[in-house]
């Protein structure tokens, strides 16, 4: 089940994004440096570089949710000087001759750098899987929204793929905080033993180095930043997977579960960012207003975990970090001699429903719902600045 969910959701993620990462840098390779003048006869650059540009705007020349600022702020690709350009138009100078000496720029994006490294993420993943992703194939760049079009298609395929939107991503990300009995009693055990889950003692597990299971930490990871950069929000509506994900586990964690964590939080270092395994390499996501990442370093001792002078049963103790960890927001790694090290997600002010829940997560109990679709979340403008006429 799980390495089933893995294939179809790695095959279903890299297309879209290597053939958007791809084309870009195509695209960058043929244009960079070149004068304004000089891609104008190419209908589609042009209005890449210009759709949304306001001649008499005095701030960013480029308005928010402009196609021009799409590809600028997202995929790199832009004008040296727009500002010059916009000045130029408005003082009447046609835009045949607005552009002499602004030229066309390639420069580096947080969403680049995210999707690069989720792309290898997703192809280390492929490899470690045993599937060959083949080539992933072209896009018509005559159509001035090939981009947005990508991308919108990557962002719906990678949500499909992270806690808390599957029953398969949530029992994944709850790997990280294993205790063998946990996972024994959602009967997935042997499957995440076999993607990268190993016994170190006490009934405690954790995340081999170089695995199946470490790699999809690092990418659902990655997925969540991405969709939390500004970069992404202004021209989708995408989800928040960090906020969606705290606001469920906490609404179900009930007040003992609660109480349990914030014993915890008196120990802790508190941080506004989660902890991603250092062979990820990337910025890791941020928890939402009102929640703090904690990390304390505990002892298993005798049924009990013993932190700061205070000691609470194992099992109260794990109940709820595991439900956190279902959801993507905790994890909790052996440190040897009985000691564990502890993250986990969370907020002095919770929105607990009055009742202790049953447990979540078994067979057919419906989870979180993914979005049907990640829909540009306003039509980026392509008001016309010159020809081509087509592009009102």
Not at 288 to 306: I, M, N, S, T
Request: aromatic share 6%; with cysteine.
């Amino acid at each position: 089940m799980l390495r089933e969910f893995l294939v179809r959701g790695v095959v279903e993620a890299y297309r879209p994004i290597a053939v958007l990462l791809e084309t870009r840098e195509l695209l960058a390779s043929r244009l960079e440096g070149r004068e304004l003048g000089e891609v104008l006869s190419d209908e589609s650059v042009t209005v890449m570089l210009l759709a949304g540009l306001r001649p008499s705007y005095r701030g960013d020349a480029y308005p928010g949710g402009s196609l021009a600022r799409f590809y600028r702020d997202v995929l790199g690709l832009g004008l040296s000087m727009p500002r010059r350009v916009a000045a130029r138009l408005s003082d009447g100078v046609p835009l045949s001759l607005a552009g002499r000496g602004v030229r066309v720029r390639a420069s580096s994006t947080r969403p680049l750098v995210l999707l690069g490294a989720i792309r290898g993420l997703l192809s280390r993943l492929a490899g470690q899987l045993g599937i060959a992703l083949g080539e992933p194939g072209e896009v018509d760049t005559d159509d001035p929204l090939w981009g947005l079009k990508l991308l919108g298609e990557a962002l719906k395929a990678l949500a499909g793929l992270v806690p808390p939107y599957s029953r398969e991503a949530m029992l994944l990300a709850g790997s990280r905080a294993a205790l063998g009995e946990y996972l024994e009693s959602y009967g997935v055990l042997g499957e995440l033993v076999e993607l990268g889950l190993e016994l170190v003692g006490d009934g405690f597990y954790r995340v081999r180095k170089g695995s199946p299971l470490e790699t999809y930490t690092c990418l659902y990871h990655a997925v969540w930043r991405l969709m939390q950069l500004r970069e992404i929000q202004a021209f989708y509506a995408v989800p928040d997977p960090a906020a969606e994900a705290v606001e469920r586990a906490y609404r179900i964690l009930g007040r003992n579960g609660y109480r349990v964590l914030e014993a915890l939080s008196m120990g802790a270092r508190i941080q506004q960012c989660m902890e991603t395994p250092g062979t990820c390499s990337i910025d890791p996501p941020c928890m939402p207003q009102g929640y703090r990442y904690l990390v304390l370093e505990a002892e298993a001792r005798d049924g009990k975990l013993v932190f700061g002078g205070s000691e609470h049963p194992l099992d109260n103790v794990f109940n709820a970090l595991q439900l956190l960890a279902l959801h993507g927001l905790a994890s909790v790694e052996p440190a040897g001699d009985n000691k564990v090290v502890i993250g986990y997600a969370f907020t002095p002010y919770p929105p607990l429903e009055p009742e202790q829940p049953k447990e979540t997560l078994r067979e057919g109990e419906p989870t979180v719902q993914p979005p049907t679709s990640i829909s540009i979340g306003s039509q980026p403008s392509a008001t016309r600045v010159g020809p081509p006429e087509s592009h009102q």
